[in-house]
Each structure stands twice: as structure tokens, then as C-alpha cells.
């Protein structure tokens, strides 16, 4: 899930199709949800089914354990990511552990950036070390200002 979740994030939502969703979760949020939330119902749905499929349906216990496998995943994500790391529910909970600290800060670096491209840490319960992180993220806004003042020669040139 964790995979699936890395690829989902990093190549859907932050594409020019699921970012139209996902945006919404790099702004600032303004009420108690947000576009984003979407794609958590969206997940429930098959999750529902296969539990339903499997106790009901008569589609094997695989059904039943994949289903809730889903919805197990969905629940820590939900913890660590909305609770924790965004503080939608109160809490008291301090990252204590180095692993810890190192996936919450790493989400926070994703946050760092705003727009579609040049996030980095994609993942949610894996993330690279920090120190990493921060140099991708260094390395990819220096490419965005080159390719800004890349642009605006461009256009003046055109003017030209
Ligand atoms: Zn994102
Ligand atoms: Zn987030």
C-alpha cells in the first residue's frame, strides 16, 4: 500500500489530471476539509466492496483481508498524516523516535513547495533522510527559478 501510495501520490495527484484535487492540500485549508479529501473516499469505496465482497459475496477470504488491508492502511495514514503531521484533530502526540521525527519532517518538506511540480517525499511511512530531501529540494527550485529566468529572456527576446 505504502507503494501504491508513493505512486498515487507522486504521479496522479501531482499530475496536471489529480492535481486538480490535490492542490487544495497545498494551500492553506480554510474550513474542515478540503478538495483533497476525495481521494480518501475514493479509496474507501473499493476497500468497502472487497469487505462486502468477502463476507457476503462470496468472494474468498482474500477479498475480506485485501479490504481491510486497505482500510488498515487508510487508518495510520490518517493518523500520522492528517492528525500529526496537520494537526486536524487535536492532539499531544511528540515525535520522539529519530524514525519518526524523519517521516513528519519529511512531509513537511513536501510542503515546502506549493505548486504541481518540484515537490519532493512522496511517501508517507517511508521517507529518505532528511538531509537528502532537502538538497532534492534545493536542486529543484534552483531548476525552477533557471527555467523561470530561462522563460523571461525568452519572452523578452520575442519582444525584441
Ligand atoms: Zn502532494
Ligand atoms: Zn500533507
Redesign the pocket.
Known sequence: MEGFAYVLHRFVMHSRLGWNWHES?HRARTGWFERNDLYAVVFALPSILLIWGGLNGGWGDWATWMGAGVAFYGVIYFGF?DVI??GRLPHRIVPRSTYFKRIVQA?KL??AVESRDGAVSFGFLYAPPVERLKQALQASREAQLRRARGGSTARHEERA
Do not use: Q
Request: hydrophobic share 15%; net charge neutral.
Open positions: 492540500h498524516h503531521v496537520h512531509h513536501h510542503h
